[in-house]
């Protein structure tokens, strides 16, 4: 089984068991903490990703390292440790999420600019969103590209909206040549 196959299978008996508990959302902020910190901190993750470290030792890191987590969360590592799998516990926490989130109708807008977004930006973007989708739950996620100059590109599930001054420059460039 891949590992992704296996992350979303274990993302989404963690889920049932946190809604029947009623608990999904504390859940879901635990499983973006781990996500991000696994993300962000290198030697945790290569601790994590280490064959040769004992699973009972990374359950023990992992638990003093996450120690203000929900009981649920905590039997995600006791089950990880049980089947020795670890190395896929950023990905279980990146799945949860995304399955919380179509729960919950929430839907992610990707959104690329040249530099962080503004109020002004954000504005545009919101208004291009209400367009886009009838989901009344967005959650905006920026990434920042300074090769598209300026503008923004925005992405709904497969849908695309280009807005950006590279794009423009490359529609102009084709109408010249031809």
Do not use: C, H, W
């Not at 089984?1 to 946190?18: G, H, Q």
């Not at 950023?90 to 929430?106: H, P, Q, R, S, T």
């Not at 807008?109 to 209400?130: F, G, H, R, Y």
């Amino acid at each position: 089984m891949s590992s992704t196959r296996a992350a979303i299978r274990y993302a989404k008996a963690i889920l049932d068991i946190a809604d029947s508990k009623k608990v999904a959302s504390e859940v879901s902020a635990d499983m973006a903490l781990i996500a991000s910190t696994i993300t962000s901190n290198s030697e945790l993750s290569s601790f994590i990703q280490n064959p040769l470290i004992v699973t009972e030792t990374k359950k023990d890191v992992v638990s003093e390292v996450f120690v203000s987590v929900n009981v649920v969360t905590k039997s995600l590592f006791q089950l990880l440790l049980e089947n020795k799998r670890f190395e896929i516990l950023d990905g279980i926490a990146v799945e949860y999420n995304k399955l919380f989130d179509i729960m919950n109708g929430v839907e992610v807008a990707k959104v690329t600019t040249a530099i962080p977004m503004d109020a002004a930006l954000e504005a545009k973007v919101l208004a291009k969103i209400a367009t886009f989708s009838s989901s009344k739950k967005i959650t905006i996620e920026n990434t920042v590209d300074p090769s598209i100059i300026g503008g923004f590109i925005l992405r709904i599930g497969d849908k695309q909206y280009n807005a950006s001054i590279a794009d423009r420059l490359q529609v102009l460039k084709r109408e010249l040549s031809n």
